[in-house]
């Protein structure tokens, strides 16, 4: 078995939409400069309140890749 090791950051991502999308847009935005996505577990979710309405949901995400072997 090959030996491996994984890094864990947390991202929040935004949505005026839903908190699924909202958690869809920050594995997005993560997927264009880290390579090797493995897991994304959402931690909290929350929603930003404008005049008594929702105006924007987020999603905090704790998300693990794949570090590469320098060789």
Do not use: P, Q
């Amino acid at each position: 078995m090959t030996e491996s090791v994984y890094k864990f950051i947390e991202l929040v991502g935004t949505s005026t939409e839903s908190w699924e999308k909202a958690a869809a847009v920050a594995v997005k935005l993560a997927s264009k400069t880290l390579h090797n996505l493995r897991i994304a577990e959402v931690k909290e979710l929350d929603m930003h309140i404008e005049d008594g309405k929702i105006a924007v949901y987020r999603a905090k995400i704790k998300i693990s890749f794949k570090i590469e072997a320098a060789d």
